[in-house]
């Protein structure tokens, strides 16, 4: 696609509650990666993917958090068992490569949740 | 100690005047990313880079590796400039640390 798409772009979800968030990034991108932005805080980075593969999931705030990606497009972010500090803006994005010097990142326009 | 050090945190000025952003870094990278934040949570990356100095329109941003230190700075600044700017580096083990941010307002 043209840009980074994720959906849904707002999900109110209730306290205990399992979400899927999804992000489709731009054709042809290797590399995939998730944020969160909590309401007055900064960037935090979550995971991120080359291909279908996650070297590194200690970014992922607990084990209610899992991300995975399939052929090397779409990626799904799920939480488990909602808790209200789930609440916040995830973004995700998209580059050529991880590699040095091949160029910046697309983001998407985030999924805001809001866990009540 | 944030791996990921900005000044300033919030900085106004007037609408011509060179700005300058500074970011300092703890870690090994492989790339520092400076990135833009509207209002309303948009976020654009500017500027990915490793060495020396890149510049796009009024936006220049530099990397010194031996100093661990970046500048982002933007000349002849314009309300429309007004965002949040985000420094970001990707360490030697592919892992993304964020400087909180430096919140600008350009003055017509």
């Known amino acids: 696609g043209a840009g980074v798409s994720q959906s849904p772009s707002n999900k109110v979800t209730e306290k205990g509650k399992d979400v899927e968030l999804r992000c489709d990034p731009i054709s042809g991108h290797t590399a995939l990666y998730w944020y969160r932005q909590s309401l007055g805080q900064g960037l935090e980075f979550l995971i991120y993917f080359q291909g279908n593969s996650a070297p590194d999931k200690s970014g992922l705030p607990s084990d209610r958090f899992s991300a995975e990606r399939t052929g090397g497009s779409v990626s799904t972010l799920t939480i488990q068992r909602t808790q209200q500090e789930d609440s916040a803006v995830y973004l995700c994005a998209s580059s050529l490569s991880m590699d040095r010097g091949r160029g910046g990142y697309t983001f998407g326009s985030g999924t805001r949740l809001t866990v009540v | 100690k944030n791996e990921v050090e900005q000044s300033p945190q919030n900085l106004t000025a007037q609408e011509g005047e060179f700005i300058t952003i500074n970011c300092s870094y703890s870690?090994?990278?492989?790339?520092l990313h400076w990135l833009q934040q509207h209002p309303g949570g948009g976020i654009v990356s500017l500027f990915m880079l490793s060495s020396g100095k890149k510049k796009h329109g009024r936006l220049i941003a530099t990397i010194n590796i031996q100093e661990k230190h970046s500048s982002l700075h933007i000349t002849a600044s314009h309300p429309r400039d007004s965002a949040v700017y985000i420094c970001?580096?990707?360490?030697?083990?592919?892992?993304?640390?964020f400087g909180t941010g430096t919140s600008l307002t350009v003055i017509p």
């Open positions: 870690v090994g990278i492989s790339a």
């Open positions: 970001a580096v990707l360490n030697t083990g592919n892992q993304f640390y």
